[in-house]
């Protein structure tokens, strides 16, 4: 007789996992499928995926060791102290960073054994229904659930006739192992993966050039936003960044890697010893089985989903990179908890409008709801505030006092339509900003709320009243 659960989560990354747990704790046999080791030593299955093992965890690790060369090789001297002959010895910053994918993946395990979910290594495809239940093979295991959660995440997008070996040309999982601090580095693509692991590299010496194919710098930001980033990345930091670019032929030689481009009616030809792909990320839908089941998945490879994350087949959802929105793994722990939620009963919930961004680069950026610009687009009346860390008096006596805080307000209600931060902690000032917007706040009700002082989000407090026109310290 078969395994039988009530609900099977496929796929072990953020969303999945959390899917698991919840509909664990939530009093429902819950079961989670992972097929992927990444490279584990013992070859044993790891779970977090993609987030936790290549991509948000190790990464931040990553950016943490190059900041604090960066800032014992030139930032000390602010501060009046001597730092010689500083140097980084990369073996231990990628040691280092291992063994924190290590730790929090047997976390993971360790949340799963406390919560009485059952791990069942192997791959995951649907077989068929009968009866009312899902039947899944596990690696040639049969296993049957009440409900089915798809979380199986996504992958990098690799681009025709470049092949990444993830030793010379590196997707992000190769470039988070390099051996050695490459002297010429060049990145395809000037989204999230490629600032942040240029700038790594970057601080760590590296000459690096990122060509990006769309004429504008994150258009998804607000547009004061990417201009004070531009300025900052290019003209602070050295990143060479070239917009509006078309790629031709990439070339691995006993010299180095050739990609050849077009900038503009222009041909050119980037010389580098390293090459980074960041074009993107694709669903990991292909051999999910979705064939046997009728499952709809639309020409971008995502499964067709409501907005409660139900597919077209009864009792199966999807969860996370695999559906529509943005491939954000903090998105996709919100989905798997509404859908463990909605499974036992419960009126689940994700507020797509309050789900933040975050660059982590050097200074961060995070934003959440509308920008600028699409407020002019839609026609919205709006007002806005905005207050620059160098009024603020934190931020001085760290020594970082780049960028701003941004408030958009409805022009009637006075309702936050949506809030811009680049700067130092923009990752964590944002975070007031989602609970603003989550309850339909005012920038009013943000400036009436005591901030601590000295403290960063004292520019959030400030730029609420700005939209008011009455900041007090600017």
């Known amino acids: 007789m078969s395994k039988q659960f009530d609900v099977v989560v496929i796929g072990a990354g953020p969303a999945g996992y959390v899917a698991a747990i919840r509909a664990a704790q939530l009093g429902l046999s819950s079961a989670c499928i992972e097929s992927e080791a990444y490279a584990d030593p013992k070859g044993e299955v790891r779970l977090g995926g993609t987030c936790l093992n290549v991509g948000c965890i190790p990464s931040k690790a990553l950016l943490r060791s190059s900041e604090l060369y960066e800032e014992a090789s030139h930032g000390f001297v602010m501060h009046g102290i001597s730092a010689e002959n500083v140097k980084m010895d990369v073996a231990t910053m990628i040691r280092r960073k291992d063994n924190i994918v290590a730790q929090l993946t047997q976390g993971i395990k360790g949340l799963f054994k406390k919560n009485k979910v059952t791990l069942l290594p192997g791959y995951g495809r649907f077989v068929g229904r009968e009866d009312d239940v899902w039947h899944l093979d596990v690696s040639g295991e049969i296993v049957a659930a009440r409900h089915v959660i798809v979380a199986t995440g996504s992958k990098p997008r690799h681009l025709p006739g470049i092949p990444v070996d993830n030793r010379l040309v590196c997707d992000n999982v190769g470039a988070l192992s390099f051996d050695a601090v490459p002297k010429r580095l060049g990145v395809i693509g000037a989204g999230v993966i490629g600032l942040e692991l240029g700038s790594v590299w970057k601080r760590l010496g590296s000459e690096v050039t990122i060509l990006e194919a769309v004429p504008e710098f994150l258009a998804a930001a607000d547009d004061a936003v990417s201009k004070e980033a531009w300025k900052i990345f290019t003209r602070k930091q050295g990143l060479d960044i070239r917009l509006n670019v078309k790629i ?91 859908v463990a939620e909605l499974i036992a009963g419960q009126a689940g919930h994700v507020n797509y409008d309050a789900i933040p961004s975050v660059m982590y680069t050097h200074p961060e950026i995070a934003w959440v709801g509308k920008t600028e610009q699409q407020l002019k687009n839609e026609g919205i009346e709006y007002r806005a505030g905005q207050i620059p860390f160098m009024a603020n008096g934190r931020a001085l006596g760290q020594g970082d006092t780049t960028g701003f805080v941004k408030v958009l307000a409805d022009a009637k209600t006075d309702r936050v339509l949506g809030v811009h931060v680049i700067g130092a902690s923009a990752s964590e000032l944002i975070a007031e900003a989602v609970v603003a917007m989550e309850f339909g706040a005012s920038a009013e009700d943000i400036a009436r709320i005591c901030h601590a002082h000295p403290t960063l989000s004292e520019a959030m407090h400030e730029a609420a009243l700005a939209v008011d026109k009455r900041p007090l310290h600017f």
């Open 248 to 338: 031709g032929k990439v070339s691995v030689g006993k010299k180095g890697i050739s990609v050849e481009y077009e900038d503009g009616e222009e041909a050119r030809t980037l010389e580098c010893d390293r090459l980074i792909v960041s074009v993107g990320r694709d669903p990991n839908t292909g051999d999910l089985g979705a064939d046997n089941v009728g499952l709809k998945i639309n020409e971008r490879g995502r499964i067709e989903v409501d907005a409660h994350c139900a597919t077209n087949l009864p009792n199966v959802w999807a969860v996370g990179d695999v559906v529509r929105g943005p491939m954000l793994a903090h998105k996709g722990m919100e989905e798997g908890v509404m």
